[in-house]
């Protein structure tokens, strides 16, 4: 999926905006699996729903100019960037899968549990032809329940609110459209849903390919960066997508690059025999990764040196993904 894609797939919905209709999903908190319950909501709620998030994807994709579309697995951490998910689907996200695929699912009994059980809410936008869904968390801040006062106007006078009640906002952090999971908020997954799991057997391939090619003479350190999010999301992109890796550069001129390069020359330190890279500070560590990542460039109009880590190639084909991480 590219975002003349994604865009003309959104426009198919815009344009079958009175036909297509909206259902809700919620995902509980502490229950033994992820399955999605379906909310009973009035038919003008869901009206409103359904002009809330349409409006919402024009805002945050459709109506964008700019608007990179990455693999998730070489993101660059460029936070105003759509991702796609290529990687294994935690269980928790296969449930927007769940509700294309299903029709039965059970109502949320409401006489049996609270509004605060709510996780995340599931919106199911769209008809026989077509559905994507949209994932939103649903933070304790959006859900008020009864041990709170709450006063709502009525007429000339205000009332006390005597029920629970949720505030839906506009924002969502996925969205699943024409089998692909996108990722518009990376900071909520970096937090949710089993995802460090994910990542650390990703970047585990990573640390593994460095090693492969004997450049480090420490290479346990890197072993220890998994434990991190941060750098295990990085390391996974060396598995994935390292242009230094993929072209076979040679360590020789690796270490030379990093005698020479103005932002490596001294931040790198290396072992007697000159022949491999030590790992000796969280610096190095972290030049390690854009070194391997190919972020230090040379522009060759001006010949002056950057470190640039959005890089999007002209010589590459665009992202492609699918809800099943293929």
Do not use: W
Not at 304 to 311: D, G, I, T, W
């Amino acid at each position: 999926m590219n975002v003349a894609d994604l865009k003309a797939s959104l426009q198919a919905f815009y344009d079958e905006y009175d036909d297509i209709g909206v259902s809700v999903y919620a995902i509980l908190k502490d229950q033994d699996n992820t399955a999605p319950v379906k909310l009973d909501i009035e038919a003008d709620a869901l009206g409103g729903l359904k002009a809330l998030f349409i409006q919402s994807l024009r805002d945050n994709i459709s109506d964008r100019d700019e608007l990179p579309l990455l693999n998730l697995s070489s993101s660059d951490e460029r936070l105003d960037a759509v991702y796609v998910y290529d990687l294994e689907i935690p269980e928790e996200l296969a449930a927007l899968e769940t509700v294309i695929a299903q029709d039965n699912l059970p109502l949320l009994d409401l006489n049996d549990q609270s509004l605060s059980s709510i996780k995340a809410l599931l919106i199911e936008i769209g008809n026989n032809v077509g559905q994507m869904v949209l994932y939103k968390t649903m933070a304790p801040v959006n859900i008020f329940g009864r041990m709170s006062f709450f006063l709502k106007k009525a007429a000339t006078r205000l009332e006390k609110i005597n029920d629970e009640f949720l505030r839906v906002s506009a924002g969502f952090q996925m969205l699943r459209i024409n089998g692909s999971l996108l990722v518009i908020d990376l900071e909520t997954l970096e937090r949710s849903f089993g995802f460090h799991d994910v990542i650390k057997k990703e970047a585990a391939l990573g640390v593994t390919a460095i090693e492969s090619i004997s450049l480090i003479e420490n290479p346990e350190v890197l072993h220890e960066l998994l434990d991190d999010v941060k750098y295990a999301r990085r390391l996974t992109k060396i598995a994935r997508s390292s242009p230094v890796l993929k072209a076979g550069v040679s360590n020789e001129n690796i270490l030379r690059f990093c005698q020479t390069f103005p932002n490596l020359s001294g931040r790198i330190r290396f072992n007697e025999g000159q022949d491999k890279i030590v790992l000796d500070t969280k610096v190095s560590q972290d030049l390690l990764i854009k070194l391997l990542m190919d972020d230090f460039l040379t522009s060759e109009l001006t010949n002056l040196h950057y470190a640039s880590v959005a890089k999007d190639s002209v010589d590459e084909e665009e992202p492609q993904g699918d809800l099943q991480g293929n």
